[in-house]
């Protein structure tokens, strides 16, 4: 058996509050079998605020394990 790892690489913008979104992209990830591997929003327990782009902002890591059988 073999397994192959997909990661995806997530990134929420905002312009305003993503909270209620990122739990409902939690809930969609794992419901369709991904794994989390990191989030990040850097903003010490609440949404991170970018002056730069006047947006909040949420990262994810999520990855797809798949297990392959081959040979007999």
Do not use: H
Request: net charge negative; charged share 20%; proline share 3%.
């Amino acid at each position: 058996m073999t397994s192959f790892r997909t990661f995806v690489y997530l990134n929420l913008w905002s312009d305003n509050d993503p909270t209620d979104m990122a739990d409902t992209i939690r809930q969609a990830m794992y419901q369709y079998g991904f794994t989390m591997v990191e989030e990040s929003d850097k903003g010490y327990n609440q949404p991170a605020y970018d002056t730069a782009t006047r947006q909040y902002t949420v990262q994810w890591t999520w990855c797809w394990r798949e297990d392959v059988w081959y040979g007999n």
